[in-house]
């Protein structure tokens, strides 16, 4: 069975500077994985790499065994996988309803000019009340997304994220700037809306990464210098040197 997600010998470089040093990495489906590492590691660029925001340089990426590499954002997308972002990617004008169904009409390849129709689409609406629930919004279904808290809009965040029904779903940062108990309200809901589907993450948070990935990759300076479970990446001298030991909060 291929891997949800592979990369092979991935490269980018911004002029001369190289940003992504031949990174590679298979990730399985149903997997929960996080990629940690120092600020400036290069974590962003990779996701921007994977979701096709960013051409590579060099190598290949596999989605599910097919190569996206050089497609367009919206084509991976509609290949299944959906990607969230550090820097909030809601309609505040709109509902908490609304903004789900704009993801899942976009996701499902309606047109703008379809969308005044839309209240008659059922299984469009149904599967966004769906959503709703499952990121624990339900009581503020027809609130304007510009009046909720912080915690309550990066929980649209990902139901957005997952409207489209994707199968690889990448997180940038999901619980930044959240109090211990947003956190594991965060944590809790990123554990429900991902159940049976592949997971990557980008966190800076050593307790959200070690409670809920699988397996742990480590950037630093574009290279991945480890990867494994969540005990292993704890007693690795390597990254003990290269970012736990200096950075765990």
Known sequence: MPAALELKEVRKSFGKTAIINGVNLAIEKGERHAVIGPNGAGKSTLFNLISGRFPLSSGNIELNGSDITGLPPQDISRRGLAR?????????????????????????????????????????TDRCDEIVRMINLGKRRDTLAGVLSYAELRALEIGVTIAGGADVILLDEPTAGMSNTETADAVALIRKVTEGKTLVMVEHDMSV?????????????????????????????????????????
């Open 84 to 124: 969230s972002f550090q820097i909030t990617n809601i309609f505040p004008k709109l509902s908490v309803f609304e903004n789900i169904r704009c993801a899942v009409l976009w996701a499902t390849g309606h047109r703008y000019s379809f969308w005044q129709r839309v209240a008659g689409l059922k299984d469009v």
């Open 209 to 249: 990464v070690f409670g809920l990935a699988d397996r742990i990759s480590v950037l630093v300076y574009g290279q991945v210098i480890a990867t494994g479970t969540p005990q292993e990446i704890r007693g690795n001298k390597a990254v003990q040197e290269a970012y736990l030991g200096t950075e765990q909060h």
